[in-house]
T-cell receptor, first 111, second 113 residues
Framework: GQQLNQSPQSMFIQEGEDVSMNCTSS?????WLWYKQDPGEGPVLLIA?????ELTSNGRLTAQFGITRKDSFLNISASIPSDVGIYFC???????????FGKGTKLTVNP | DAGVIQSPRHEVTEMGQEVTLRCKPI?????LFWYRQTMMRGLELLIY????????DSGMPEDRFSAKMPNASFSTLKIQPSEPRDSAVYFC???????????FGQGTRLTVV
């Protein structure tokens, strides 16, 4: 099946630092979504992107839909301890109803 | 709305037993998805429904797995007989239509011993 390459696999940062992670594919996607998963919970939607070039913010989180439609990135500014978790990108290709997920970026924030 | 509701949250069963996982999607959502999450393979789509009709079950690993959606507010994923390699977290998700975001339940952690 279609693969989404998400990087980095893991990040260890200090509280207050900014974080950036991205997702790439060899194919074009019409929708990019970013989710966060806490231990023992299901993924929770953070940001949804539907148009190439779109830049959307949700509090300290900002995500962009790449202009080539083959990538997306997520930035977290001024990280705090509760940002700890696994962040997943997900994408949907045109004409498809399936949502494909990246392998996730595990974020650790040291206070 | 309470969101997507899954039950049970945890299930421990012996190899060979039948396991049934349950899901109640968000009211008004036309799409329902079943995913399996493991460390090795991440989140894998098993099957999805549109208006209670199974559309694509190509992700179902074996004939031991089956899923039904008898009405708009209920779906089941059944494994019979279960095997240790089926141990994983199973998620149900629903979306309003084909182009919008999917919302996930809290998952069922299945352990087959």
């Amino acid at each position: 099946g279609q693969q989404l390459n998400q990087s980095p696999q893991s990040m260890f940062i200090q509280e207050g630092e900014d974080v950036s992670m991205n997702c790439t594919s060899s194919s074009i996607f019409n929708t990019w979504l970013w989710y966060k998963q806490d231990p023992g919970e299901g993924p929770v939607l953070l940001i949804a992107l539907y148009k190439a070039g779109e830049l959307t913010s949700n509090g300290r989180l900002t995500a962009q839909f790449g202009i080539t439609r083959k990538d997306s990135f997520l930035n977290i500014s001024a990280s705090i301890p509760s940002d700890v978790g696994i962040y997943f990108c997900a994408g949907r290709q045109g004409g498809s109803e399936k949502l494909v997920f990246g392998k996730g970026t595990k974020l650790t924030v040291n206070p | 709305d309470a969101g997507v509701i899954q039950s049970p949250r945890h299930e421990v069963t012996e190899m060979g037993q039948e396991v049934t996982l349950r899901c109640k999607p968000i009211s008004g959502h036309d799409y329902l998805f079943w995913y399996r999450q493991t460390m090795m393979r991440g989140l894998e789509l098993l099957i999805y429904f549109n208006n209670n009709v199974p559309i694509d079950d190509s992700g179902m690993p074996e004939d031991r797995f089956s899923a039904k959606m008898p009405n708009a507010s209920f779906s089941t994923l059944k494994i019979q007989p279960s095997e240790p390699r089926d141990s994983a977290v199973y998620f149900c998700a629903s979306s309003f239509d084909r182009d919008t975001e999917a919302f996930f339940g809290q998952g069922t952690r299945l352990t087959v011993v």
